[in-house]
């Protein structure tokens, strides 16, 4: 797993921003913009994450936050680890299940402060400088498990403005 976590942090360390489109039965489909920054701890396995969200549509919420999240990835226990807290409570602890290439799927452990969600997934695919990412849930409203958001993020250089 140590190899694995290595590949992570060399591949995700820096900043993307891009579009993402999010679409669920209990919701209106909206895009957004998103932005993700990884910063890592030198001395530890750990990957710090900060992920933030902005409507883009033609509603009165155009350029309002959708959605902000921080975290961790981290090596424990011979085990990779996304440790998600979001802006509206919702705290999250999912298992890297599968690495294939570039490709990364992380399935949810534990959730609290959500009582809607049964289950979820993440999945983040770098493929130079280029970050596809989606979100996979069922809720107790909508039961099938089906895509949620998908999102491709180009790397910055530089800084970038919220």
């Known amino acids: 797993m140590k190899t694995t976590f290595e590949k992570l942090k060399t591949l995700l360390i820096g900043t993307w921003k891009g ?11 909206t895009g ?7 910063t890592s701890d030198e001395w530890k396995p750990t990957i710090h994450y900060e992920q933030h969200t902005w409507y883009v549509n033609a509603t009165a919420n155009n350029g309002q936050t959708v959605f902000w999240d921080t975290g961790f990835i981290l090596l424990k226990d011979d085990q990779i680890l996304l440790i998600s807290a979001q802006s509206g409570g919702r705290l999250e602890t ?12 992380f399935e949810m452990k534990s959730l609290i402060n959500d009582p809607k969600t049964i ?26 498990f089906q895509n949620h958001l998908n999102a491709e993020l180009k790397k910055r250089i530089g800084k970038i403005r919220y």
């Open 19 to 29: 579009q993402g489109f999010a679409k669920f039965p209990t919701i209106e489909n």
């Open 94 to 105: 999912y298992e890297l299940v599968s690495s294939i290439s570039n490709r990364f799927t």
């Open 119 to 144: 289950r979820s997934q993440r999945i983040i695919d770098v493929n130079g400088q280029i970050l596809l990412y989606q979100l996979n849930m069922s809720t107790h409203q909508a039961t099938t």
């Open 32 to 38: 957004y913009e998103e932005i993700w920054k990884f």
